[in-house]
Structure formats: C-alpha cells, structure tokens
C-alpha cells in the first residue's frame, strides 16, 4: 500500500525507472441509502444531480487518476497528476491534481513548486487513491467537509533520520480555488494558505502533526440579497435589533473570513493488525462556514487475502446553535428567519459506525464492502443534501458500498 501513497503524492522519483513514467489508479464504486429525503456527498465539493432525491448510483465513489512523471536529471522531475472523478465543476482546471516541478537543492531536502497536495491530513498524499487504505472512502467527518485537494504554490521536506526512524518536516505557502454548490456555485478562493507538518515513521508506526490556514477571499453570489436585507436593518439603527442584525451579517461573511486546521494521526500496520485515528481542530471567524472538532479511529485485522475492519468516526460543530433573540417585525421571515437558517446549515454534528471488509483478489486490485450508520443531529446536516423539512430532526441514515480499487 505504501507504493500507491507514493503514486498519489508524486514522490516517486522518475529519475529511479529513467525517463517517461505513466501510472495510475482508479475506482469503480456503487452506493444506496434507505432515506428518501437525504443524499451522502463524499467531501461538499459534489453536488447530486437530482438533490437530496437522488438514489443507488456509481458516481459517488467512482474516479480515474493518471500520473506522468519525467526525470529532467537526477535532481530535477516533472509530475503532473489528472484525476476524474464526481464534483460540482468538472473541467480540466479542476481535474488537475498535481502540477509541479519537483527540485533536490540537496541530499534531504525536497522543494516542490506548482500544483502540490494539501498536506493537511494523515492521508494527504492519497485521499484520492482508494487501494490505499481500507475503506470504501475516508471518514466523512474528518475528510468531507473540506474539498480542497491541492494549492497552487511552494513547498520544502527536510528529511531526517534517527536510528530507525525517520522524520519529515515540511512547509509550504500558496492559494487555491474550487467550486462549491452553494447557489448557482460558488467559487471559493483561498488565499494565503499557508501550513506546516511534522512526520515520524518507525516499524509499524506513522504519526503526523499538521498545522494550516488561509483566508477566503471572495463573497457567496447566493448571499448577495440577505446581505443587502442585514445591512438595511443595520442601518435602520433599532435598539437590541439592529445590533443582532449586524452580529448576523458578520457571521454570514465568507470574504476575508479567516480559517485554520490542526490535526493530529496515527498509523499502525504491521502486516497483520492494523489501525489508523486522526483528531482535527477547525476554526473560522465566520460562524456559516464549516468548523469543529472531527475525529475517527479504525481497526483492522488480515485474514489472508481478507481485511475486515470496524471504524467509529463523530463532528462536533465549533458554532452553536443560533435562535432569534429579538423579534424584527416585518423583517421577521423576508431577512431574520433566513439569515437564521443559513448560519444553522451548515453545521455538522453526526456519528457513524462503519463496517468494512477488503478483499486483494489481485496485487493491484482490491474488492471492497461497506456497511455504515449514521446519526445526524438536528441542524447538524452540513454534510448531506436533504429535505429541509428534516432540518430540526435527529436523522438515521443506512449505507452500503461496493467498490473495485485498482492501480496501474
């Protein structure tokens, strides 16, 4: 598994197969619910073609990734990673994953600049590569609620051995955009992002500590005319009113709000047992913009060519529940109540129990079974497309998946 991690991160030095080298990866994946009213989405950045109504389908989990790297010389690649897979604006700009010229100043230090992963996470190096772990997909609670897979930019590892372990630091600075279904779309900007991580892998064990921030430096089209309406009761400067109305406006500001990530994972894997956890930490100055605590841990155990594996994952919302504190008359249901509704959507507070069963019926493919339960607590369905009927609901959702994971 450790070969696909490389594939995906582009760390794999061309210079060591010569030449031109193609690889991939991909997965083939199926998924049905048993709720009418509710649809799963595998990070916010997809969008059902039919809304929270949509049924048993292959697009959920399904994509295609191709890598090409070339050795320039011994100390100079190029990597460029494609990968096709479901989300809400599918072009050739948002297919490209990786884009960067990878440089080697000197014995254990790697500078890469371009189009580089996010190294948020335990799995940033192959979020995207499903025969590297598992699952069917990673934890909707630590891994869904932020889509940003790649920034364009710069980025240096220092690597440095100890004994057996060997440690990694890296840094890296740059922006990325995307395009979220809020409206019509959205497309978010961050800027500034900047992040920092600290790896150890020894034996069996992999642990990582990962720091990152950014600024979002654009406004949500779709919130144009409740801005307008918050800023006219603002201004209308009425006691104890106008003073909610512009703790609202405030809160609903996406441009210039800023964010940060904190998170913490281990790995273990010795050939037989295996386990991976990881807890984040988000904020964001902007209470409609998804932040909190998120966590999951995973056991599994080889049987053979058989990998069954038991997952608990839970979110926490960072922001409270919002509820009118003062009636705004005849603002009441044209600005207030939807101002209200926006904040509480977008929070995420859920649980989930997965069962996983894996099954290498080949050395580069992989079957995979999924069982999960889910349960969504009232405004904490900032994860899922639904009937907003169900808002104020405790919701139980059922799941079951079957994916064929491959690399090439």
């Known amino acids: 598994m450790a070969c696909c991690a490389l594939l995906a991160a582009g760390n794999a030095s061309a210079a060591e197969e010569g030449g031109l080298r193609l690889s991939g990866f991909g997965t083939f994946g199926y998924v049905r619910d048993n709720r ?137 600075a740059g922006n990325s955009r995307l395009r979220i279904p809020i409206g019509n779309g959205y497309d978010f900007h961050a800027h500034n992002m900047l992040g920092t991580s600290v790896s150890r892998q020894s034996g069996s064990w992999r642990l990582k500590a990962a720091y990152s921030q950014f600024d979002s430096a654009n406004e949500v089209p779709a919130f144009a005319a409740l801005h307008q309406g918050l800023d006219q009761v603002v201004a209308a400067n009425l006691p104890s009113t106008s003073a909610e109305a512009a703790d609202l406006r405030r809160n609903l500001a996406f441009k210039n709000a800023k964010i940060s990530y904190t998170t913490l994972g281990a790995a273990y894997d010795d050939g037989v047992w295996l386990g991976q956890a990881e807890l984040g930490r988000s904020t964001a100055t902007a209470a409609v913009i998804p932040h909190g605590t998120m966590a999951y841990a995973s056991i599994g155990r080889r049987f053979g060519t058989w990998t069954p594996s038991l997952t608990l994952s839970a979110s926490r919302p960072g922001n409270r529940l919002r509820a009118a504190a003062n009636s705004w008359g005849a603002f009441n249901a044209t600005v207030r109540d939807p101002a209200l509704f926006t904040l509480n959507a977008t929070r995420i507070e859920q649980n989930t129990l997965s069962l996983a069963a894996r099954w290498d019926f080949r050395s580069n493919a992989a079957l995979k079974l999924q069982w999960e339960r889910t349960v969504i607590k009232p405004s904490g369905y900032g994860l899922w497309w639904r009937d907003t009927a169900i808002n104020m609901q405790t919701s139980r959702i059922n799941q079951v998946s079957a994916t064929v994971d491959f690399t090439f």
């Open 36 to 172: 009418p009213d509710i649809a799963p989405a595998r990070d916010i950045g997809q969008n059902p073609s039919n809304g929270f109504s949509t049924g048993p389908g292959w697009q959920l989990d399904s994509r295609i990734g191709v890598q090409l790297e070339y050795a320039v010389s011994p100390l100079i690649d190029l990597v460029g990673q494609a990968v096709w897979r479901d989300q809400f604006k599918a072009d050739v700009d948002s297919s490209i994953d990786l884009a960067y010229v990878a440089l080697k100043p000197g014995r254990n230090l790697d500078v890469r600049l371009g189009r580089i992963n996010y190294d948020a996470f335990l799995m940033s190096d192959h979020r995207n590569v499903g025969y590297a772990y598992q699952w069917v997909r990673p934890p909707a609670e630590f891994y869904g609620w932020i889509p940003i897979f790649s920034l364009d930019g710069i980025d240096a590892a220092y690597t440095l051995r100890d004994g057996e372990a060997q440690w990694r630091f890296k840094a890296q």
